[in-house]
């Protein structure tokens, strides 16, 4: 291993792309906002022909809402559906999706009892003009920033070359929780406010916090730390995230064929794939998990933010999360990718604002796979039989389809043959449905597998820092080969 001494010439100044995190304002301690991204279509051709979308009107909407209400995981703690995948990578997915869009337009489809039926998909021109106020790339601006607060940009708090971390309520062991504000709802000071929403996806952003930390306290500036790092979770998301989720055969497929590559000046991320095949992960999660030794086996609405913090400025230590639990050889692992989702994701959607004085409260939609449905359908995404042929593949049928849905229930097929979602079926539920059909549920069937491979294969090779092989000092490297998730958190000492 080099000497930390070494290490600045490992990264040409000349090549190092401008960072927000680099821009200090003097004068009210703002940094530059970055450059924001865009939203687009993959699949631009298929929007010129009306049968490769859903039908447009509300007996669509009627159908996405019936089907949505049932895809509810009715045994939940049935190991059956369990897949091997370790449960930290339901979450380093989440991290993923956060790191690369963030679309702020989102919070304001609201979508409510009343209203449903009158919705109609957006225009081409409306979702190509959203924003993303993510690189689109993984570079890890979730982590080094900016924070974005009331249409200005702030750098994330640092201790001069490390990043700021800071201790649980009770505890007494340093960089145990993020750093916070002091005052209610204690909101944490990070590059990406929803790696804030419940203690697993907070507790792996600390670890990132802690793992550049580690690189700095060996020898490294802040930015060979961070080019470092971003290095490191590249090659997480491309040799350790991807095979796992994704068939070898569907990531050769998508290095080969290249059909997410877009302008060098026009980069964008695509809605199918934000909109659905990154949605996968939602099928992944758990109503219950192994926690901690104090924390045994505790709910999924345990972990949310809202719950931990409500009468504290920091966690408590009892909060501080067990990796051991979720990584390879721990007792928690994702659930299969089927048409199903855990009953309790319904209770954490936001309602949205306050009605007007004088107006009756709406009611709002409390299913998360209802929602995932009727987004889809107001983005204008393509049937899952349409993008199938649009990768080379054989659509699966109708009566596949079907047999997949019954398999959750029977209500559910029906919904899906009764309104013929089963032969227009909506892209994000294809995709499930698809995993189950292929490899009953342990990984992404073809469609959804090369959707997700293209396009983080595209974002990884045009990232800040990215290299198809490592060269030079780097403390938490360890060996190259068979680097993974658990062994970047056991770097970070967490």
């Not at 299969?336 to 009605?355: H, S, V």
């Amino acid at each position: 291993m080099k000497s930390p001494r070494h290490s600045s010439s490992l990264i040409s100044e000349a090549l190092r792309l401008p960072d927000p995190a680099d821009q200090l304002n003097t004068e009210d301690g703002s940094v530059d906002c970055p450059k924001p991204g865009r939203f687009s279509f993959m699949f631009p051709l298929l929007q010129k022909d009306e049968a490769n979308l859903l039908p447009e009107g509300p007996e669509t909407v009627r159908a996405l809402v019936k089907l949505g209400k049932m895809m509810i995981d009715k045994q939940p703690l049935d190991q059956t559906f369990d897949t091997t995948i370790p449960s930290v990578y339901t979450y380093f997915g989440q991290f993923i999706v956060h790191d690369l869009t963030l679309d702020p337009n989102s919070n304001t489809v609201r979508l409510f009892e009343e209203d449903v039926e009158s919705l109609n998909p957006l225009s081409i021109e409306e979702i190509n003009g959203f924003e993303n106020v993510r690189s689109g790339l993984l570079d890890l601006d979730s982590v080094y920033g900016p924070i974005l607060d009331n249409n200005k940009c702030l750098p994330v708090p640092r201790a001069g070359e490390q990043l700021r971390v800071e201790i649980t309520a009770n505890g007494n062991v340093p960089g145990t929780d993020l750093p916070r504000l002091p005052d209610p709802p204690y909101k944490a000071r990070i590059g990406d406010a929803r790696n804030d929403e419940n203690l697993v996806i907070s507790q792996m952003h600390l670890a990132f916090l802690r793992a550049h930390n580690v690189l700095v306290k060996a020898g490294a500036s802040f930015a060979d730390a961070r080019a470092f790092l971003r290095r490191r979770y590249q090659q997480l998301v491309v040799n350790d995230f991807l095979p796992r989720v994704v068939d070898a055969s569907d990531i050769a497929w998508a290095q080969n064929n290249k059909i997410f590559n877009p302008a060098a000046n026009g980069y964008f991320i695509p809605v199918e794939f934000s909109a659905a095949a990154l949605r996968f992960g939602h099928a992944m999660v758990r109503s219950r998990y192994f926690y901690n030794a104090v924390r045994k086996f505790v709910r999924l609405d345990e972990l949310f933010m809202l719950k931990a913090l409500t009468s504290y400025h920091h966690i408590l230590e009892e909060w501080i999360i067990d990796w051991n639990n979720f990584v390879q050889g721990g007792t928690n692992v994702a659930r299969n990718l089927a048409p199903r989702l855990i009953e309790p994701l319904a209770e954490f959607l936001t309602a949205g604002p306050p009605p007007a004085i004088g107006q009756p409260a709406k009611r709002p939609i409390l299913s998360l796979a209802v929602v995932d449905l009727v987004r889809g359908y107001l983005f204008r995404l393509p049937t899952g039989q349409a993008v199938a042929k649009a990768v080379d593949l054989i659509p699966i049928s109708s009566g596949q389809i079907e047999a997949v849905a019954a398999r959750v229930s029977e209500e559910q097929a029906k919904v899906l043959h009764e309104t013929g979602l089963s032969q227009r079926t909506p892209l994000w539920y294809y995709i499930l449905a698809e995993a189950d059909y292929y490899h009953n549920g342990n990984r992404l069937g073809p469609v959804g597998g090369r959707l997700i491979a293209s396009v983080l294969l595209e974002a990884a090779n045009r990232s800040h820092d990215f290299q198809h092989k490592e060269d030079g000092w780097d403390p938490i490297l360890g060996k190259e080969e068979g680097f993974d998730l658990g062994e970047l958190l056991r770097h970070a000492s967490v």
